[in-house]
């Protein structure tokens, strides 16, 4: 879907500078921006860490600057007043929601790894999860209602014309970039962890190629749904790992302990497998619960991996403060 959203805006950029005489076909720079991201997660977070330092602070100038000229012509009580055409139900919204958020949360010792110490580690997490994501919805919101608008790309040349127009676009592609660096090295993170004897590279390689082909066939036109997968599935796998580690294990969650944890525990998978399956059958109203499929994914995971480990034997203890 990133994928998608770069090759909107390269193609946009192009068009601009064209005069709009010119477009580029949708599979152009889709194959090539995947090429480049694949190569960049290739060489690790070096090279990742290079590519956002050079682009997050100019994102934050063209954001500033398009959120100044979104309410000068449009007023909060405007943004307010405003209806979507189609109302997406409450527990669906907070299920999207959660699902970005709990990518984030698990992912986040594949960001944290390089930290110098746990004191950044949990400062940058705290900032960036509890400051720094609320606020980038909030401010989201409040632009695309300003636009009229439901593309990124669109809602950044709606408020941001000629050069400075073209100059969106290009922060928009590095962007896009850097987030996809961090999308396909928590893959290969993810798959060589799995299957250590296999090197990561090939995995960065693998995802990249499938990141190409989902996105020449029209991906981002299932971004809701790729999103409430998300919120089904992510959240009970951070939901489980939380219940074991503070009620069950917290003294088996060392480096040097890894070692002697089993290579596959039934009762996580099970838990997270029940929990997912809830989630859909509350999505698609099979029966209710929460009204909010990634809630019942994440009570129900919490509730069967405690009943699991007490049946299997494990006694709660309490991770020590």
Not at 67 to 94: D, H, M, N
Not at 169 to 198: E, G, Q, R
Request: hydrophobic share 55%; charged share 10%; proline share 4%.
């Amino acid at each position: 879907m990133q994928l998608e959203v770069f090759g909107q805006a390269i193609a946009g950029a192009v068009n601009i500078l064209a005069g709009g005489s010119m477009s580029l076909p949708r599979w152009l720079p889709i194959i090539v921006g995947g090429i480049l991201m694949t190569l960049t997660a290739m060489y690790g977070f070096r090279a990742i860490e290079k590519l956002t330092v050079f682009v997050i602070p100019i994102l934050i100038i063209l954001i500033v600057v398009t959120l100044i000229k979104a309410y000068s012509g449009v007023s909060l009580s405007e943004v307010f007043a405003k209806a979507p055409e189609q109302v997406t139900p409450i527990g669906i919204v907070i299920s999207v929601i959660a699902g970005g958020y709990a990518v984030g949360a698990v992912i986040q010792p594949d960001i944290t790894r390089y930290s110098r110490s746990k004191g950044h580690a949990a400062g940058g997490m705290v900032f960036g999860m509890m400051v720094g994501f609320p606020l980038v919805l909030v401010l989201a919101a409040y632009v695309f209602a300003a636009a009229g608008k439901s593309s990124f790309s669109d809602v950044m040349l709606s408020y941001n014309k000629g050069g400075w127009g073209i100059f969106a676009m290009f922060v928009i592609v590095f962007a896009t970039w850097t987030t996809n660096d961090n999308n396909l090295y928590s893959a290969a993170l993810a798959f060589n962890s799995t299957f250590p004897k296999v090197h990561k590279w090939v995995f960065t390689i693998i995802g990249g190629a499938c990141g190409i082909i989902l996105a020449m066939f029209g991906i981002l036109g299932h971004f809701m749904n790729g999103l409430i997968i998300l919120g089904v599935t992510v959240p009970p796998i951070g939901a489980v790992m939380a219940t074991d580690f503070l009620l069950f294990r917290s003294g088996a969650y060392h480096f040097e302990k890894l070692g002697d944890i089993p290579a596959v525990r039934w009762q996580a998978i099970l838990s997270w497998v029940v929990a997912t399956t809830v989630g859909f059958l509350t999505f698609f109203r099979v029966f209710t619960f929460t009204s909010a499929p990634a809630l019942d994914a994440i009570i129900v995971s919490i509730v069967v991996h405690f009943i699991l480990m007490i049946a299997s034997g494990n006694r709660v203890q309490l991770k020590e403060v």
